[in-house]
């Protein structure tokens, strides 16, 4: 694995340990992803129910679904981060003090 890589997966484990899903509660509290939250790997995880009400949240805060969400960024390695500066919310301030604290180059 190159540096480069490992990284990125430090960056992934933060990122979904900080990372807080926008999420749709409906009757019975159970939560449902939002339309911008869903990725591809969302249908095949089991739906929410009055037991189980969590399952897509935990999804949704895991770092496969994470990297999901950064591909459809277009983010697809430790290189790639840059990229996410300008986006808003707990993805851009963790990619600009993730970039700094790794390269010494990121904005402050």
């Not at 249908?43 to 009055?50: D, L």
């Not at 897509?56 to 983010?75: F, I, M, P």
Request: charged fraction near 25%; include cysteine.
């Amino acid at each position: 694995m190159t540096r480069t890589e490992k990284y990125f997966k430090q960056f992934l484990a933060a990122a979904s340990s900080s990372y807080i899903p926008k999420m749709k509660a409906k009757k019975g509290n159970v939560q449902y992803p939002s339309d911008e939250e869903k990725c591809k790997d969302c249908g095949s995880v089991r739906s929410p129910s009055r037991v189980y009400p969590f399952s897509l949240y935990n999804h949704c805060k895991s770092q496969k679904h994470l990297r999901n969400k950064l591909n459809e960024l277009g983010v697809y390695s430790f290189e790639d981060l840059p990229l996410l500066i300008s986006h808003e919310g707990i993805l851009g301030s963790l990619a600009k003090k993730f970039l700094s604290t790794y390269t010494g180059t990121g904005p402050t």
